[in-house]
């Protein structure tokens, strides 16, 4: 993720892919999506839990708001129904996320506040900051 790039956020998961984790990335531009394979035998010992449900949403808000990374589940149908099977998808051209489940929308650049739908919580949002390395600048989110 580009510090610069404001409004640019991407949906990431892991998956197993051919015995080995493959992280999964996909920009709210609804065409560009990236697979990247765990394959180091150091990557390989190490764990990854992305949300509740293997799902973040991370991205620097286009209103001046700085960095954020949110659960890719609906916090009001996880509390309500413990349902994990209902990732959020992409809407209004990648500005807010849907819950397919009960239809909330949620604004990524503003909080994950509902937009539409019923009342309740807004998006759980992680600590997402940079950390600068020998190797480069790496993106460290967590709660």
Not at 78 to 84: A, G, I
Request: glycine letters at 10%; aromatic letters at 10%.
């Amino acid at each position: 993720m580009n510090p610069s790039s404001l409004g640019i956020f991407a949906h990431v998961s892991s998956i197993p892919k051919n015995g080995l984790r493959c992280i999964v990335s996909e920009l709210n531009d609804g065409k560009t999506k990236e697979e990247e394979m765990i394959t180091t035998e150091k990557e390989m010992l190490q764990t990854c839990i992305l949300g509740c449900a293997n799902g973040i949403i991370i991205g620097n808000s286009s209103l001046g708001g700085g960095l954020y990374a949110f659960d890719a589940q609906c916090p009001n149908c996880v509390k309500k129904f413990n349902l994990f099977k209902y990732p959020l998808s992409w809407d209004n051209n990648g500005n807010w996320v849907k819950c397919r489940n009960c239809g909330r929308k949620y604004d990524i650049n503003n909080n994950g506040f509902i937009v539409e739908g019923d009342k309740g919580a807004h998006l759980f949002r992680y600590k997402a900051y940079y950390t600068s390395t020998a190797y480069g600048m790496i993106l460290n989110v967590h709660n």
